[in-house]
Each structure stands twice: as structure tokens, then as C-alpha cells.
């Protein structure tokens, strides 16, 4: 028996049983539960939120205890629907290829740490880095907190989950040639279009699938992504450059305002095109190659330019400026300049050192110097 404070209630193991019970008092009568757990710990949370009831007069009856996980998981798919998540597609495509193969016929009990450890070995096995592995547990962690935040709670613990180390910092970028063959390997004009827009403004995949006629201005030359449908719910405005008109005119042509922009040549909306990148990529002698690369991409390419830093965040949907740290993306001239002063100080140092020595200046104190570690 597990003795509490006074009014608290108790737990205890009935003889020859491994369930652990709850004890408690409802106006005076003593109830008993099973709490249907061998766990110790998830047996006393039980217990808190049955006194909990009892103090508050909001007894519902027996909790639900073995919520199915697809359950869960329909509560945490609709809560990403009605809080407008932009990322709700990447949630769909997790809990459907990954996590519901592997936990949709178990219930909130049986999701222990040997089954969270043996999903990662799966995973691992498999090939998945560990940075989509920690995405995926994550989702069924929220999984289980909405379950126990939600009235009546559908379960009343929630696990521990594993956190695997993260070191897969990506370094792709896509050179100059190795763009060309990319955009070579796929011809259809939809492939193209997304690429080049990728590639220049640096907007994430989700962004520019979702991009629809009336966003496109050509009389303006302007693409303009709505307010709230962004990752950072912030709208942006560009200027088209000629290759990303030329390509978004094409894809526009006969559609209405309210039409997809991408769409492949049997009209139906491109909503995913991974097969299609993975050939085209292969194709192009870069089958590591992600569609986010075009993204760092883009950066490096706007940094080298001379475009300030701001205003590639801006461009780009970045919040803070450790794109440029995380990438090492730096452009030629800055290191140019910061080596040449770097040079200009060490110079204007040594100039100062042989003038207190008596010695020449410029290229005949160099040759002195190679003289003298010769000697």
C-alpha cells in the first residue's frame, strides 16, 4: 500500500495483483478504482486528478484510460486545422507514413519507453536522420499532452520520450552548373518554375505550393504571399525577376484568380513532388540535394550580391540572422576586404617594427627578411 497525506486518497496492489487500485472518499464513502496501470506513477496521477474531481465536485465517472491512439492523433491533427498551422501537411504525412504504422493499434497505456526506444531503432534502421525522428516524437508528445489537457482527460500520463542528438547542420548549396542540369533533368513547366522561384527568393516549398493566381501581379511584376499563410504568419511582396515571369506567366495562362499556380499538365494540383525532385536531382549529379538547400541557396547568392542582411531576411521569411551564421555564408568581398585589412594592419605593424630597427621598407625588407631565414 502507498500511505498519503490524510484526504488525499491512497494507492495500493490488491494480493497477487500487479494493478494498482485507488482509494479515496466521496461525501463520506470510502470508492475504490482500478486505475488499470501496473505503474506506479501513472496510478498516483490518476489519483490526483480523481481528488481533484471529488474536491470539485465535477465527477464524471470513470475516466477513459485506454484511448486509442489514432484518437489522439485526430485531436492533435485538428488542433494544427483550427489554430491555422501552415506546417499541418508535414503533421498529416508523419502521423500517416511514420507513426501510425507503429502505434496506431496500441493504446495510451501501452506506449512505454520500450516502445518509444524500439520506434527509434525502426527509424534508425531505416535511414531516418535523427532531427525527422525527434519531429516525429515530438508530435506524438503533443499527441499525448492534448489527451491529458483535455476535459475529462484522455489519458492520465504521459511518457517519457527519448531526444536523440542533432549534428545534421545541412551544407548543400547548388552551384551555378549543377542549377542548370537540375532545371534540365525535368522539363515540365510547373518543375521549373518552383525551382527557379526557389532558387532566387529562397521561400520554403510549403509557401510556394500553396501560391495561387491572384498572387501573381504581372502588370507589376510583383509576387505578393499572403499574411498567415507564411511560417512566420508574414506577408511578403518581390519583384519578379524576367526568368521567374517568363515561367509564372506560363503556369498562370488560362487559370482563374482563385487557381493554383502549380499544377502539372493533367491540371491536378502539385501538392507533392518528391518523386519528381528525387529523379530530377539524381539526373543532375546531386541526389543529396533537398529542395531547402535552394533556400541557403538563395542566400548566398543574395550575400554575395551585396545585398544587405536585412533585407535577405525580409526576402526570404528569415526572423533572425543566423541563417548566415548556421551556413557560414559569407560573401567573397567581405572576406576580401577583411583579409586585405588584416593584411594593411600587419603591414602598417612591421613597417613600424624596422623603422625602430633601422631597416628598408616595402619589397626590399621583404627580401630581407627571406634572406635572413635563409641565412
Known sequence: MSRRQRGTGSIFLPKGSSVWWLRYYQNGVKQRESSETTDRKEALEQLRLRIAEVTTGAVTGLVPKKTP???LAADFLRDYKINGRTSIDDAESRWRLHLEPFFGKLKAPQVTSVQL???????????????????ELAALKRM???GREATPPKVFYVPHFPKLVEDNIRQGFLEDAQ??????????IWFQAIVEAGATYGWRVGELLKLRVNQINL??????LHPGTTKNKEGREVKMTEMVYKLLDLCIEGKELDDFVFTRPDGKRVKD???????????????D???HDLRRTAARNFRNAGVAEGVIMKIGGWKTRSVFERYAIVSHSDCENALEKLEDERE?????ARKKLGRPSGARAGLFIVASRRA
Do not use: H
Open 69 to 71: 491512439i489514432p484518437d
Open 179 to 188: 542549377y542548370q542540369k537540375l532545371l534540365e533533368s525535368c522539363m515540365e
Open 144 to 146: 499525448f499532452n492534448l
Open 273 to 287: 513532388f518528391r518523386g519528381t525532385w528525387e529523379n530530377a536531382t539524381k539526373a543532375a549529379g546531386v541526389p
Open 219 to 224: 502588370p507589376n511584376w510583383t509576387i505578393r
Open 289 to 291: 540535394l533537398l529542395f
Open 117 to 135: 526506444n524500439n520506434y527509434v531503432d525502426k527509424r534508425l534502421a531505416a535511414g531516418a536522420a535523427n532531427a525527422t525522428i525527434n519531429r
Open 348 to 352: 602598417k605593424k612591421r613597417s613600424e
